[in-house]
């Protein structure tokens, strides 16, 4: 497994660098910029795994940071913020940050919220695919509806697999089939075959949810969460 690295966003050096100290000590990989504005450019070039990012930066602030962030990134973000206000809280969290912690504080009491958070969001990242309601753990070939491991055969797992990489979007009978591996004298019926078993499946869970939609002459999609 490759070290999880963090970013920390703060001007001033001797923060950035008790910081740099104390999460070093907990075996994560840093780096340090002092600007908001290099912060997007680094984060689409080389994404770390978590950011600690200041709110009173002096180009931009830690909140239009995050905003931006935001648009093309849901990596975990832990706020400076200097000031002990409500305010900054709230909004600090309100636009998408996943805490905060107020100056002054303790480097360890930093990289102790770093690995709370890094918990947490634990199944949105590496490997696992999670759209909405489901979670998708990749090694262990095992799909989750809310939070229920569900027992499918190896046809229902990929379909269940395929329509998982892009909610939303429509497969046709002939990709699902396509990504089955069945032998092609196999007909379209089977997908709805396999189709059917599995909103069975999905029923155990939930009877009332329809995740996957029928598109009548198209194929299927799963319902998109967002
Ligand atoms: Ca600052």
């Known amino acids: 497994m490759s070290p999880v690295r963090i970013l920390i966003v703060e001007d001033e050096p001797a923060i950035a660098e008790t910081l740099v100290y104390a999460l070093k000590d907990e075996g994560f990989q840093t780096e340090v910029l002092h600007l908001g504005s290099a912060t997007l450019a680094v984060m689409r070039e080389r994404p770390a795994d978590l950011v600690v990012l200041d709110v009173g930066l002096p180009d ?11 648009r093309f990134s849901d990596v975990p973000i832990l706020f400076l913020t200097a000031r002990n206000s409500e ?46 309601e489901f979670q998708h753990e990749h090694a262990a070939r095992r799909i989750r509806y809310r939070g229920a491991a569900l027992e499918l055969t190896l046809s229902e797992y990929r379909l269940l697999a395929c329509l998982l990489e892009h909610p939303g979007r429509i497969y046709t009978r002939a990709e699902l089939l396509d990504r089955l591996e069945l032998p092609a004298e196999i007909y379209d019926r089977s997908i709805d075959g396999h189709i059917k078993t599995l909103r069975a499946k999905l029923k155990l869970v939930d009877a009332a949810a329809e995740p996957v939609q029928t598109h009548r002459g198209l194929g299927y999609s799963l319902k998109a969460a967002w």
């Open 87 to 132: 305010v900054d809280r709230i909004v600090g969290l309100e636009i998408g940050g996943d805490d905060y912690v107020s100056k002054p504080f303790s480097p360890r009491e930093v990289a102790a919220r770093v690995k709370v958070i890094l918990k947490r969001v634990k199944p949105r990242q590496a490997d696992q695919a999670d759209a909405g």
């Open 60 to 70: 931009i602030s830690g909140f239009e940071v995050c905003k931006a962030l935001r």
